[in-house]
């Protein structure tokens, strides 16, 4: 009699937990939401027609949180992602709220890592994760900016190894940028800043910042004469429609060059 009872004992604990087991499983995937491919793609055209407004802050801040609520860590899409860290970067460029613009850069440089381990060959992960570290390092060039500089230095190569032309030949002006903010006690030379930029120029010459920082990287130097011809030749470039807003910054900025450095 004791027997019996002790198997249907075991039989009813074993029925109850392969129940229980069964509800969690149904539980656990009933919270991973599917991958709604038609959502992805109306989120990712309605992204881009904000970033074009980005100039006004809202729109931007709007782009990122339009991003943010598709991206989904059981189902990632290589398009989200990257997109997501360009746009928190352009997002952390801009604000005047430091608590924002940390946040934008941490989320950037994330998806942007993400992006490049999603897809290796592909230049858009590799240059938005550096694109967003970079900004950190200027943010704190001790904490971050000198423990970070190998990774920047190496996702930017990569760039340049994948797609040499992307962004407008981006990744070499970055790699001078950093040739130029580590100038001095940090081993950062202006000539490699120039190399870098003169290179970048063989491959696109309508990217403006290449023309502005190749005027800062000659007045290192102490070639003026040299730096002033970067800038009065951005002056009367054409602005690409697509690039207004950099255009312009990279306009305001070398008009303040040309005030205080001659």
């Known amino acids: 009699m004791k027997t019996r009872r002790f198997y249907r004992f075991i039989t009813i604990a074993l029925l109850s937990f392969s129940l229980v087991s069964c509800a969690s499983k149904a539980e656990s995937e009933s919270v991973i939401s599917p991958v709604n491919t038609a959502l992805i793609g109306e989120t990712l055209t309605k992204g881009d027609a904000l970033f074009k407004e980005r100039e006004d802050l809202a729109k931007l801040r ?26 928190n970067y352009f997002l952390g460029k801009h604000t005047t709220d430091e608590k924002e613009k940390e946040k934008a850069f941490e ?43 190998d990774d920047i230095k190496e996702a930017m190569n990569k760039v340049i190894e994948i797609q040499p032309d992307y962004q407008s030949a981006s990744a070499y002006d970055a790699l001078a940028q950093v040739e130029l903010n580590t100038a001095g006690m940090m081993g950062g030379k202006p000539e490699k800043a120039v190399e870098y930029l003169e290179k970048a120029l063989t491959i696109n ?5 290449i023309y502005l920082n190749l005027a800062k990287a000659y ?31 990279s306009v305001e900025k070398a008009k303040k060059l040309l005030e205080t450095k001659f």
């Open 219 to 249: 007045i290192a130097l102490g070639k003026k004469d040299e730096a002033k011809k970067q800038l009065e030749y951005l002056l009367k470039m054409k602005p690409n429609p697509d690039y207004l807003p950099e255009y312009n910054e």
């Open 205 to 209: 010459k309508e990217n403006t910042y």
């Open 107 to 149: 989320d950037g440089k994330l998806a942007g890592r993400i992006a490049s381990r999603m897809e290796t060959n592909k230049p858009e992960g590799y240059f938005w994760y550096a694109a967003n570290l970079g900004e950190q390092a200027k943010l704190s060039p001790v904490t971050v900016g000198i423990k970070s500089l």
């Open 62 to 87: 709007e782009a990122v949180k339009s991003l943010a609520a598709v991206r989904n860590p059981d189902g990632r899409n290589y398009e989200v992602e990257w997109k997501f860290a360009k746009y």
